[in-house]
């Protein structure tokens, strides 16, 4: 049992906790501004550069520049709107995911010619877990990770449900045109969702960088469980993405535990299938997800 | 219709006008390598050793009748997708002679198989070690001046026999060069008499180890055999397995050794605790010597893997478009095994003027390269020697010769 919890249960829930924060923007985006942006992680890629930049320069811990690298990466996102989606906002649906796809892989050329390819860290070394009654092994930053990531969600549960842009932002996401006709301004309401947006992107990627590494691609290589989750979560529901991240995350590395005899229950070699088939299954059984989101 | 026909005919007699006219004066190879990705810091080191060997080829009479070589460098990315467009690049927008390169194993086999065999491009690679590749069917268009991880394969069983570790975990990154190395080693160290508890794949770019690692540590073994790249999941493994008291001691080949290693790890957590074995040169070699004074005026540092090797292909290709005397793409396959050797006179790194002397006069050459003697065997591969590395009391790499 000791096993189960400390080696697939919390890596589970760490890792359900970025995809979490990561799908948030993604399931805003989309129900929102109405398409799939794939830019999605490489704006988690550069607030992840921005942040291990802080870092050199200041020496600090990597959560303590993180909100100045939210806000770099939130800055970064509205500059990309003003100039990139706003023209296209009454354009085909079509001209908007092409559009994210080339900013995809325009930002993350900029990112690898400012900082270059080789990996880096924002918390070299190794640390060794703490144990908790015995046989729970708690590593210090993953501690930190849990709480962050706590701490995160009640701000965006707060936003969504007691503040006025919030509501708004809620109502957009319910019923675009209703809430077009009740005098919310739409405008607002967009820039809103890239601030949240970008701000947990950037966040989900330095808990991702303090528990591996940096490195140009890791924005990218989430984004498959990031859209696994908004789906499963149903497109269009915060609270959703954040379940969908959880289920994801566990998903992905309790289906590798031994259940039956020593061997794994899945080889461990196809765990990133397990976020692909959950994404497969649900859009056949039931495309709206688990909280009725969206369907397209 | 009519219209668009005649566009693409005039389109492409446009474009082999202009490729003849770029004939006279500049001779392209292409020149794949994973720039990007998650071996980037080896491949510098790799493509720079290929650029130095131009650059002596350039700088001591160029090309056939005074032609300048020039490389096309395009992304493989250590990824077989990646390869695909970068061969493609290569072959049908840049018209290429033959290619050098890609680096890692998996990419040369998406490359090779899905571009260069249908189109008859020879390729040469410079780092690519999967014993698979020896088996394609490629009309003799596939070399490497790697040995085959058949070798290295079995020089980390030796190791790991000779420690005295009688039980040891395998785990492999799902691609062509890991699977293959792991498969080596799993049958050499059994066949030594070693039990191998545990042997599983898993997926490169993961943020989490744990789990694989948890279920890899039951039965008892004493060591972790990992093959994998660094950059995409040896390093967290590694990190994984100390942080939670997994495993302690790790046996790893040649696509982990890089200074980030130690940079990310720390090397107090790594002294006594790793060992990464890497196809080495013999450093007492004259070859080898010739070249390393090159690279070290170019700026580099010979002892980095792979980059006597990216002379090595560099120099070899341009021997052959020298001896097939024409950049003709048919020709390069059958003038790449005269100038390997094993007979004829003895061209060692940066004698341009005596090789292009030699092949003037019509007299064969016998390239012996900075990282081995290079003589193709029937697979278009070769045999090669393997060092072992530690962390040192320094904090940095210290090598030693195996065998």
């Known amino acids: ?68 690298a939210m806000v770099l990466t939130v800055l970064y996102a509205l500059s990309i709107d003003r100039i990139f989606y706003k023209p296209l906002r009454n354009a085909p649906v079509v001209m908007l995911v092409v559009a994210s796809f080339g900013l995809m892989l325009m930002t993350r050329s900029v990112v690898q010619f400012f900082w270059g390819v080789q990996l880096k860290s924002v918390l070299p070394g190794i640390q060794k877990p703490i144990m908790v009654l015995d046989y729970l092994r708690i590593s210090p930053k993953h501690m930190m990770i849990i709480i962050s990531a706590l ?19 809620r109502a957009m996401s319910d019923s675009p045109e209703l809430a077009r006709l009740t005098g919310i301004d739409t405008e607002k309401v967009v820039l809103a969702t890239w601030v949240v947006g970008a701000a947990l992107a950037c966040a989900a990627g330095v808990f991702l960088a303090i528990d591996t590494h940096v490195e140009t691609r890791m924005g990218f290589k989430l984004l498959l469980p990031m859209f696994a989750a908004a789906i499963l979560g149903g497109v269009g529901r915060p609270y959703g993405a954040l379940v969908g991240g959880l289920i994801i995350g566990l998903a992905e590395e309790i289906s590798s535990y031994p259940f039956i005899g020593t061997e794994p229950l899945l080889n461990p070699g196809y765990k990133a299938g397990v976020a692909f088939a959950i994404m497969i299954g649900i859009l056949i059984w039931r495309p709206s997800g688990l909280f009725k989101g969206k369907v397209f | 219709m009519k219209i668009l026909k005649k566009l693409a005919i005039t389109a492409s007699a446009i474009a082999m006008m202009s490729v003849g006219a770029q004939a006279a004066g500049e001779i392209k190879v292409g020149s794949a390598g994973g720039v990007t990705g998650p071996i980037a810091e080896l491949v510098a080191a790799i493509v720079k050793g290929r650029q130095v060997a131009v650059d002596h080829v350039n700088s001591s009479g160029g090309l056939l009748g005074g032609d300048t070589m020039k490389l096309v460098i395009a992304d493989s990315a250590c990824d077989p997708k990646a390869a695909v467009d970068a061969g493609n690049k290569l072959v049908n927008v840049e018209q290429v002679v033959a290619i050098i390169g890609p680096s890692c194993s998996g990419a040369t086999n998406g490359m090779v198989s899905s571009v260069t065999i249908p189109a008859g491009v ?53 691609d062509d060069y890991n699977a293959g190395i792991a498969n080596v080693f799993t049958t050499e160290y059994k066949a030594l008499g070693g039990e191998i508890t545990g042997n599983q794949a898993h997926e490169p770019n993961k943020a989490s180890y744990r789990s694989e690692l948890s279920t890899l540590n039951q039965g008892g073994p004493e060591a972790l055999a990992l093959f994998a790249y660094y950059g995409s999941s040896g390093i967290t493994i590694i990190k994984n397995s100390l942080e939670n008291g997994l495993f302690g001691k790790f ?93 004829g006179e003895v061209v060692r790194p940066g004698e341009w003027e005596k090789a292009k002397k030699l092949i003037a006069e019509g007299k064969d050459v016998n390239y012996e390269g900075a990282a081995g003697i290079n003589d193709f065997d029937k697979n278009g591969d070769v045999t090669g020697l393997f060092s072992v590395n530690i962390v040192g009391d320094d904090g940095t790499w210290s090598r030693s010769m195996l065998k």
């Open chain 1, 1 to 68: 049992m000791a096993e189960f919890i400390n080696f697939y249960f919390i890596p589970g829930l760490i890792l359900g906790s970025i995809y979490a924060l990561g799908a948030i923007g993604i399931t805003m985006t989309f129900v929102i501004l109405r398409f799939a942006n794939f830019a999605h992680g490489e704006s988690m890629t550069l607030g992840v550069y921005f942040a291990w930049t802080l870092v050199q320069l200041t020496g600090l811990h990597p959560l303590v520049v993180m909100p100045i």
């Open chain 1, 151 to 169: 701490v995160l969600m009640f701000a965006v549960h707060y936003l969504l449900t007691y503040t006025k842009i919030g509501k708004a932002m």
């Open chain 2, 122 to 174: 020879t390729v040469l690679s410079d780092s690519a070690t999967a014993p698979s590749i020896s088996e394609l069917k490629d009309n003799d268009t596939v070399f490497r001046a790697s040995a085959s991880d058949a070798y290295q394969g079995k020089a980390i069983a030796d190791l790991v026999w000779k420690a005295g570790i009688k039980k040891v975990a395998v785990t492999y990154s799902n």
């Open chain 2, 251 to 343: 046996y790893a080949a040649d696509g982990m050794f890089d200074n980030s290693v130690i940079g990310q790890i720390g090397a107090d957590n790594l002294k006594g605790n790793l060992w990464i074995t890497q196809a080495a040169s013999d450093t007492e070699d004259a070859s080898y010597k010739a070249f390393a004074e090159a690279y070290k005026a170019a700026g580099g540092d010979p002892e980095a893997p792979y980059a006597a090797h990216g002379y090595d292909v560099a120099f070899l290709m341009a021997l052959a478009i020298e001896k097939a005397g024409s950049a003709d793409r048919s020709k390069i396959s059958a003038a790449l095994r005269a100038v390997a050797g094993p007979e």
